[in-house]
């Protein structure tokens, strides 16, 4: 007795990069999906959160969601999707269209139901999941994105967020352990940000999202699970030394900041109620993120390597939307307005999308010991002076003369 499993998650359907829409990279991947989940004959495709990028996503956003789930059901009549919401899903959203998903065999958990005496109804958190030939091989704890106050009360009265995580963890494992047959296996899902977990350094999308109040321990997850599917961090990773407690990761990039990350999904597989492989599967990406150059250099430098990259309409790059996306990093020793236009005139006939410019400055020897300045200092400080020395703070140069000369005039005309 075996049972398949595919795990994925954070997928941000209707994501918009730097204003450039993402439909056939997600369409791809979406693509992709369906095909490695016929060839490896899955019977399970667990999805962690973050399906979409915002709670009220677009039409088209929604359409390439349902239109993967018939797909992929009508490629895999016997698979069975389980998804939970993450913090930028609407749960009540995703789940009302339920009664039409459940013909495709899909479940989904949003929201966290109460029973008539207000405690957590944990049968409807509780997913059987089951092989090819229709038996039950095991069972999810399938857990959304907790908000305060999704979690059974502490007996105690005081409580935190995080205890009411492990609480919920805790007492839906004993709920789960006490129904399951033996040999059956126990799985769980979460969206949530894990203790040790390495975030991106620049994607606010994986922020911790209430301060560190809901970094949760390894230890919330029970040694019996055979597999925990975590979604949120887009980075794809073990927590806690636990090969079978996971970050999937997002099959595509965020940020730039994510453009190094193993993009892909995992396939799980359970045996006898035990785990015995775990593959991570590449996810191949339609659209390349280049950062031009590598490191920060003089704008000159930067302009004559951009001027070489390939023009539009040459071989191998006639589609537009597999363009890769661009983001200029420029070493800045002087202000330089017109940097910008001479960007964008360079890449008018470029097969590249311009993302953005990013400036740096020079460091400055005495960046360690300058003093911050007063208020009093601030007072005493000619406006000139002060110029002068937010120019050499920024630049590392001294300030040049035309602009001195217009700085004076303006204040001439303040002073009027």
Request: hydrophobic share 35%.
């Amino acid at each position: 007795m075996s049972l398949k499993v595919i795990h994925t998650a954070d997928w941000h359907l209707g994501q918009t990069f730097f204003g450039y829409d993402r439909e056939e990279e997600h369409d791809a991947f979406l693509s992709w999906l369906t095909d490695t989940l016929t060839e490896q004959q899955t019977d399970v495709l667990l999805i962690a959160g973050d399906v979409f990028d915002v709670a009220n996503p677009s039409a088209s956003a929604q359409r390439r969601f349902f239109h993967f789930l018939k797909e992929a059901n009508r490629r895999n009549p016997h698979l069975q999707i389980v998804v939970v919401a993450g913090n930028h899903d609407s749960a009540a959203r995703l789940e009302s269209p339920i009664p039409l998903l459940e013909e495709l065999n899909t479940s989904i958990v949003g929201l966290i139901r109460r029973t008539e005496t207000g405690e957590i109804d944990f049968d409807s958190l509780l997913i059987p999941l089951y092989n090819k030939e229709r038996e039950r091989e095991a069972w999810c704890l399938a857990v959304p994105y907790l908000r305060q106050g999704d979690y059974p009360a502490s007996e105690e009265g005081h409580d935190t967020y995080i205890a009411g995580i492990n609480r919920m963890y805790r007492q839906l494992y004993d709920y789960a352990d006490a129904r399951r047959k033996p040999g059956e296996a126990l799985l769980a899902m979460g969206h949530l940000h894990a203790t040790g977990a390495e975030l991106s350094d620049d994607d606010r999308s994986e922020r911790i999202i209430m301060g560190g109040l809901e970094s949760v321990s390894s230890d919330t997850f029970d040694e019996g699970l055979a597999y925990t599917a975590l979604g949120h961090i887009h980075k794809a990773q073990r927590i806690g030394g636990r090969e079978n407690l996971r970050y999937s990761g997002s099959p595509l990039p965020m940020s730039f900041s994510e453009k190094n990350y193993r993009h892909q999904v995992v396939a799980v597989t359970l045996e006898n109620g035990c785990l015995s492989e775990i593959i991570p599967v590449p996810v191949p990406l339609l659209t390349d993120l280049h950062r031009i150059p590598q490191q920060p250099a003089l704008s000159e430098e930067v302009i004559a390597q951009l001027a070489e990259l390939p023009l539009a309409g040459t071989e191998g790059y006639e589609d537009p939307n597999r363009w890769p996306y661009v983001e200029v990093r420029v070493l800045m020793t002087e202000p330089d307005p017109g940097f910008r236009h001479r960007v964008e005139e360079v890449l008018a006939d470029k097969a590249v999308r311009l993302t953005s410019i990013v400036p740096s400055y020079p460091k400055r020897e005495d960046d360690d010991t300058v003093r911050p300045l007063t208020y009093g200092d601030l007072q005493r400080i000619d406006p000139l002076d002060m110029l002068k020395h937010a120019f050499t703070n920024k630049y590392g140069g001294e300030l040049p003369e035309d602009i001195e000369s217009l700085f004076k005039e303006v204040m001439r005309e303040v002073s009027l």
